[in-house]
């Protein structure tokens, strides 16, 4: 079974291009078939995989609004690492969609179209907002990670995120979870490193006691630290595994990757697609 996961955030500068595109190279390290899908206009993520928006075919845009299947679109830029970019025609979507009916379920439709399931992972950056395109991820994926900046504003606007989610759960996608949040830009050894950890844990602590939903979320042990590698190979059209093997933020990606795949939400494993023990 392919893991669907969305990642999101409706505050830009989080880290989310920077986990999707990082977190995908390092499943597709270790073997495992992996799509991302560029659900910003921005198309950082197309930009970051060393694609030229628009010049290397159609995008996202064609397959939401026209109804062109995945696979006329989708590239491969490494081994095992596939992507179906974005384009500023983009952010049109949102208002050509106005008046059709399912808008929100033409990415969904579109990926069980595919034929079988020909990914282990499929990984969606969303725009930093709430719109139909982020609409059209959530009802598309099973997890959802939300990336937040260890800074001192980390938690403002996460409530409402979590409620966003819950509705598209309980409307139209009963599938979805909160896997987990990932620290990114996180400065290791500093205090506000370690009070965001503690405001973070305080928040869920009494979500759980409000009983309110994914108060089972996970805090990812693994923290994206800042390093400037990480900022720079965007420039170069590389994954970090590419830019830096070496870095610390390659060491942070591949232990996310590790992590996350420890770590399926219950229920997740069919009895016949259980990975057998190593
Ligand atoms: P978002 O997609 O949420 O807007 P990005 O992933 O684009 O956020 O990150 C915002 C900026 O911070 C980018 O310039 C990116 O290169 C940089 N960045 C992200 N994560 C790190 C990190 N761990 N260390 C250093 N720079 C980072
Ligand atoms: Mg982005």
């Known amino acids: 079974m392919t893991r669907r996961i969305a990642v999101l955030n409706q505050k830009g500068g989080v880290g989310k291009t920077t986990t999707t595109v990082n977190l995908a190279a ?12 560029d659900l910003d206009p921005q198309a950082h993520a197309t930009l970051h995989l060393g694609l030229m928006p628009g010049r290397s075919g159609p995008s996202l ?28 025609d983009l952010a049109a979507a ?6 059709t009916v399912g808008r929100e379920v033409i990415l969904r439709d579109q990926l069980a179209a595919e034929d079988g399931e020909p990914y282990d992972f499929v990984i969606m950056d969303c725009p930093p907002s709430l719109g139909i395109l982020t609409l059209n991820a959530l009802c598309a994926a099973r ?12 938690l403002h606007g996460l409530s409402k995120l979590l409620e966003t989610i819950h ?16 620290l990114c830009l996180y400065e290791s050894g500093t205090r506000l490193g370690a009070e965001v950890v503690e405001d973070l844990e305080r928040f869920f602590e009494s979500r759980r006691q409000a009983s309110s939903p994914w108060s089972d979320a996970q805090i990812f042990r693994t923290r994206i630290r ?8 965007p420039s170069f059209g590389q994954s970090i595994f ?32 259980q990975p057998s023990p190593a």
Do not use: M
Not at 26 to 37: D, F, P, S
């Open 26 to 37: 390092a499943l597709a390290n270790e073997g495992h078939r992996t799509l991302v899908l």
């Open 61 to 88: 845009y064609e397959v939401l609004t026209q109804g062109l299947p995945l696979k006329e679109v989708r590239r491969t830029v490494a081994d095992n690492l596939d992507v179906c970019g974005s384009h500023i």
């Open 94 to 99: 949102e208002v050509e969609l106005i008046g």
């Open 143 to 154: 997890e959802v990670f939300i990336p937040l900046q260890a800074h001192f504003l980390a």
């Open 167 to 182: 509705l598209v759960s309980k409307r139209v996608n009963r599938d979805l979870r909160v896997s987990g949040v990932v």
């Open 226 to 233: 800042r390093n400037i590698r990480l900022a720079e190979c």
């Open 242 to 273: 590419q830019y830096a093997p070496t870095s610390r933020g390659a060491a942070d990606y591949a232990s996310l990757a590790g992590e996350i795949q420890g770590r399926a939400p219950a229920g997740f494993w069919a009895s016949s697609d």
